[in-house]
């Protein structure tokens, strides 16, 4: 990336941290073993990845046997959600707002008799845990609500949802899609009632195509792949190394600053919020004003394609998103933003902030805002 260019998408992945990228290079020209092999590069690389899983597992307060590598986010969703139900028929209970690697396991779990049952969450994008608990009986094999939104950045009252499940004495298991919200917002699965949580690293500062399932204490996960005993026979497949290497690196580093990162990416996110409603006071931010990540800022602006938009900001310079990655080169309103109401008329700019956005990032961005919010409405009559 050039200078001159500002990256605020953050929440579709973010650069490598060096010292990450330096981390996996030493297990990809060096250390090069497979870890199941017994010579001493086998044991090196087996070294390597336990390593990273301790550090993951400490993150949430987990068991490090109980961290599932995976090929990233979407597979350990599908390997929390599937892998946590058994065959006898029941029914699986989700918000209307999870990522598509959750919600599209709707007709697998159909085609297999389950019912599965969708919360809607509020015009502020958040769900009530009574609205889940009431969704919930004695046949709930899973609950999947997610921590963080990836397109407007609300956070889902999981620890209320999992201590009440918990309270409640039943089966039902709290499945938590964590990929946006991961060292973001502090884990802890015994006390937060969460039994299966999935994370990514790409979304870390950690390379794309990693990511983890873990699991808390209640249950078993069932593998989806038939293979070797890798991942204590859960997640088969010879392990990533480098790419676990780097993601336990990116971990660490996350976790060294967290709060301190945490409290500035929320101060330069409500920066560039206070900006975009000076610039266009019609705008509304989409999703809780403080029930939010700190580093998203979805903002709708009024009579605008947010598309339009978008390609304005990045002449400038910027670089966001009009929803989330997936809807790329889709005009249509997201499923997300049609939940919580927002009207077709806006135009949805999905600003992502990351530890390494500075303060002069931000008001470049703010400049070009203004310019772009200019040009919209006078050259090109905003649609
Ligand atoms: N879940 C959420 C909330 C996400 O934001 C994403 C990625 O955008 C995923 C799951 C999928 O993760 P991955 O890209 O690692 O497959």
Known sequence: MTRSTVYLDNGATTQTDPRVAEAM????????????????????????????????????????????????????????????????????????????????????????????????VGADGVVAASDVLAATDRDTHVVAVMAANNEIGTLQPVAEIGRALRDGGGRARLFVDGVQAYTKFPFDLESMGIDLLAISAHKIHGPPGVGALIQGSRGRVLPQLAGGGQEAGVRPGTENVPGIVGFGVAVSVALDNEVRDGKTMAGLRDRLIAEALRLDPAAQVNGHRTERLCNNA?????????????????????????????????????????AIGVPESTGTIRFTLSRYTTEEEVERACVSLGLALARARTFLGGA
Request: charged fraction near 20%.
């Open 298 to 338: 979805s903002i709708a602006f009024s009579n605008m394609r947010g598309s339009t938009l978008l390609g304005l900001l990045e002449e400038e310079g910027v670089y966001a998103s009009a929803g989330s990655a997936c809807h790329a080169g889709n005009t249509k309103q997201s499923a997300v933003l049609s």
């Open 25 to 120: 290079a030493r297990y990809l020209v060096e250390f090069y073993g497979n870890p199941s092999s017994s010579h001493a590069l086998g044991a090196a690389s087996k070294s390597a990845v336990d390593t990273a899983r301790r550090v993951i597992a400490d993150s949430v307060g987990a068991n490090p046997n109980k961290v599932y590598f995976t090929s990233g986010g979407t597979e350990a969703d599908t390997l929390g959600i599937r892998g946590a139900v058994p065959d006898r028929p029941g029914n699986v209970v989700m918000t209307n707002i999870e990522h598509p690697a959750v919600l599209n396991q709707r007709d697998y779990l159909e085609s297999r008799g389950h019912e599965v049952r969708i919360v809607d």
